[in-house]
């Protein structure tokens, strides 16, 4: 018989109770559902709206269902529909009229709200977690690669020079960002729902100050209303994680075409990589393909939660019991990938020999050629167009700039000297852009630097 069956003159139809049940997915919560409980039943206690013995018992009562949970020994059931109820017709099972009082001045409402917000908040530092394992992979990477110059891309054509380090630390830079939006997001949602009631509060003389604090929030939410009805922190979640995997898809698809024949500029670890059941020669970079198609899936998460929340009136909906799924699948796919990926990266071979040798054709010393020019008094705008007349002959006789001769350049221009084969040396060419943040060895070790710090102050949670 349903918790809520007094009203009703007939059963529910099996099939609205297949539709309408959560329990399969919700029990996930069962933590935070007891938790809150706890904290409820004591506030009741101390604030005289039951007798402190009740409180005990269902103190005790609770207790016992978690240690059983945990311990694989309780079965949830359907028929009570979702992790609230089934706790709750556990407890009363359990210890009799006691567990009957536990839900005064509560609501489900209340208690999704509440459970959800505490399921979100404890997810945050795993992630975070995780990615500053990612981090700590990129340092070491980037150390190790300080000077080895590969081609920096733009339209995917070589451009200028960098270094494969800072190529790395523009990825640690924006899973630093996500770190701390993730952050930022535990940040604001750490007010508490709890004493919302259904909707409207409730005439009982709670003290909502005392739940928030036993449970480790700022406070409780100002809004009754509001504490039921919103689902930001979920979708600031998915938000974050949304743009998480997108910084991973993009690497991935950089790792992607690194290992392929036409760069080859790393190579995956055997144990990284899978090979193909036809094909003899194949080691394809499956987790960095399924990193990115998985960002697919996480988008879909943050999409399909927005659109569940866009029309909805005030409070509560049931169609807020869709929340919880995405954020569940997001938080697991996150979790898969992150960890794997960073084995992936700390394990791979770097090919800086192809990578230099990349370096070598393309013309992506053309801009210091042109700043060479400069340098000796060519406006640049000149140089640059001398410096495209150099490299449109190059090209035509098969050569790169620092193939010509001394005669050869002057061709174009009196003001090359034999300093600028110097000039167009690739590592000079590096070594020279150490404008803050560019790649040349001292702002490389700075940027490593930063990372690490940023690291080492979040040390405790990893
Ligand atoms: N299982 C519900 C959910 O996940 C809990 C809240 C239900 N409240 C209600 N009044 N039906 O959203």
Known sequence: MKLWSGRFAKDTDALVNELN???????????????????HAKMLGDCGIISREDAAAIKEGLEGILRDVEAGKVEFTADNEDIHMNIEALLTARIGDAGKRLHTARSRNDQVALDFRMYVRR???????????????????????????????????????????????????????????LEDCAKRLNQCPLGSGALAGTTYPIDRFETAEALGFDGPMSNSLDGVSDRDYALELLGGLSILMMHLSRFAEEVILWCSWEFKFIELDDGYATGSSIMPQKKNPDVAELVRGKTGRVYGDLMGLLTVMKGLPLAYNKDMQEDKEPVFDALDTVEMCLPVFARMLD????????MRAAAGKGFINATDCADYLTKKGMPFRDAYTVTGRLVADCTARGKTLEELTLEELRAFSDLFGEDVYEALKLENCMALRSSFGGPAAGETRRQIQELERFVQAREHQK
């Not at 339209?155 to 939006?181: C, E």
């Not at 394990?347 to 192809?354: A, L, P, Q, S």
């Open 21 to 39: 049940a959560s329990i399969s997915f919700d029990q996930r919560l069962y933590k935070e559902d007891i938790q809150g409980s706890l904290a």
């Open 123 to 181: 997810g945050i530092p795993v992630v975070v977690g995780q990615l500053l394992e990612l981090e700590q992979v990129l340092c070491r990477q980037a150390k190790q690669y300080q000077s080895a110059v590969m081609p920096g891309y733009t339209h995917l054509q070589r451009a200028q020079p960098i270094s494969f380090a800072q190529h790395l630390l523009a990825y640690g830079q924006m899973f630093a960002r996500d770190v701390t939006r």
């Open 347 to 354: 394990t791979m071979t770097v090919r800086t020999d192809n």
